[in-house]
């Protein structure tokens, strides 16, 4: 798991993640823009659970609140 916080700014990002015998932690500062964050779908949740695919889009500078995703199959859970 990869724990991601954003500062208040939304320009700085920094990602905490456990390397077996340690944690190691991955910072991020913009000099123009800010991080995108998708909409939570509860008003006011202080966490987001986001997909490998769009942490790599998020640091791409790619805005996740316009990316339309197209219908999947999926395994029906028992």
Do not use: N
């Not at 006011?44 to 997909?51: D, F, P, Q, W």
């Amino acid at each position: 798991h990869l724990f991601v916080f954003r500062s208040r700014g939304s320009d700085r990002l920094k990602i905490l993640l456990w390397d077996r015998d340690g944690f190691a932690i991955y910072y991020k500062r913009l000099e123009q823009g800010t991080f995108r964050f998708p909409r939570s779908e509860s008003a006011g949740a202080a966490s987001l659970e986001i997909k490998p695919s769009e942490l790599a889009m998020l640091l791409e500078g790619i805005d996740l609140r316009s990316v339309k995703r197209r219908p999947r199959f999926t395994l029906q859970k028992k």
